[in-house]
């Protein structure tokens, strides 16, 4: 806990603009976003998480983007990775995060279903998006902002500044990902994607699917990994890589049967 509060009531004090929402106890990031989105009465929203700096022609550089492309409804952009003292470690977000994902402007869909690869903190969101995508799922820690650049894709186009508009800060302090938590997380992040859109492809079924099997191995859910991986063939039954994983947890499986009788 710092004095956080007590600088952007400094702040509040002197312009208008500035309104502080503060939770009376930690009740995680997607929540607090939440209450953003409730007091949200313009055309647009941008995020700045934990201890992130945008650079001053950050929303002057997203916002004409937006006016010159009405169809984009989110803007994202590089950001240059920091310390704990704001020293640039000489790392960019996208080429550290996510170099294997070719396409970060236009229709992002069948990018985004795969991994998250958006810096949050670059994040501006038209208002009409966050009509249509609703709130952050409460019920995740970790990727809460992934199933809701899911939602924004499905309709919406994305563009990518590569020109860093920030700050992406790296310390102590910022909440680590947990190897079992983040297994965890995935696993409910695939969950609610699938259950918001009941009418996807088989292809992204069978990499949702593939994605909960994988992560449910990790934490030793051998029979739901079965299932998961069985799920992900009926979508793709060409995809070999998933066939070995679904033979391997047969095999466990059947091994497990075994010893409890």
């Known amino acids: 806990k710092d004095?956080?509060?007590?600088?952007?009531r400094e702040w509040e004090k002197k312009d208008p603009r500035v309104i502080v929402l503060a939770n009376q106890a930690n009740r995680g990031a997607a929540a607090s976003q939440n209450l953003a989105l409730e007091k949200v009465?313009?055309?647009?929203?941008?995020?700045?998480?934990?201890?992130?700096?945008?650079?001053?022609q950050k929303l002057e550089t997203q916002l004409a983007i937006m006016a010159r492309n009405p169809k984009v409804g989110l803007v994202h952009s590089q950001a240059t990775i920091v310390d704990s003292q704001g020293k640039s470690t000489g790392q960019e977000f996208t080429k550290t995060y996510s170099a294997?994902?070719?396409r970060k402007s236009g229709n992002v869909f069948d990018q985004i279903i795969r991994t998250n690869y958006l810096c949050s903190s670059s994040t501006l969101l038209r208002r009409e998006c966050l009509d249509y995508a609703g709130e952050?799922?409460?019920?995740?820690?970790?990727?809460y902002d992934w199933t809701y650049w899911v939602r924004v894709a499905r309709k919406y186009e994305f563009a990518f500044v590569a020109e860093p508009l920030l700050s992406y800060r790296i310390h102590g302090a910022r909440t680590a990902l947990d190897g079992p938590g983040y297994n965890t997380a995935r696993i409910t992040a695939a969950e609610l994607i699938l259950q918001a859109f009941p009418d996807l492809q088989s292809k992204y079924q069978a990499q949702l699917f593939y994605l909960l099997g994988t992560n449910q191995l990790a934490l030793g859910r051998r029979q739901n990994a079965h299932s998961s991986f069985a799920n992900s063939l009926l979508?793709?039954?060409?995809k070999c890589k998933t066939w070995i994983?679904?033979?391997?947890?047969?095999?466990?499986?059947?091994?497990?049967?075994?010893?409890t009788r």
């Open 235 to 238: 979508s793709a039954p060409w």
């Open 136 to 143: 952050f799922h409460t019920q995740l820690r970790y990727l």
């Open 100 to 102: 294997a994902t070719p």
């Open 41 to 56: 009465s313009g055309d647009f929203m941008a995020l700045c998480d934990a201890d992130d700096v945008w650079y001053p």
């Open 245 to 259: 994983r679904w033979a391997q947890t047969l095999a466990a499986t059947n091994e497990g049967m075994q010893t």
């Open 3 to 8: 004095n956080s509060v007590e600088i952007l």
